[in-house]
């Protein structure tokens, strides 16, 4: 799935660092978009980070990318970095 050719529609959720910036890139990208997604601290969130090391078989890269309830990637950029 091509994060940077998304299409509306999709719900879109991030597990990130709040000093990554990687995930502020990906933020900065759907915000551009006018594309509506949701942040969870997974960092600082011990919830969130457990979900996150769940839905990524333990990659605690970020940010970590789901959309429509399936992990998709974790990282930012070509090539991914987080």
């Known amino acids: 799935m091509d994060l940077e050719r998304l299409e509306p529609g999709h719900r879109v959720e991030m597990y990130e660092s709040p000093a990554c910036p990687y995930c502020r890139q990906a933020r900065e990208h759907f915000d551009r978009r006018g594309y509506p997604y949701t942040v969870y601290?997974?960092?600082?969130?011990?919830?969130?980070?457990?979900?996150?090391?769940?839905?990524?078989?333990?990659d605690p890269t970020v940010p970590a990318i789901v959309v429509d309830g399936v992990y998709v990637k974790s990282g930012w950029g070509s090539p991914p970095r987080g």
């Open 41 to 58: 601290d997974a960092q600082n969130d011990c919830a969130h980070r457990a979900k996150m090391l769940d839905l990524t078989a333990g």
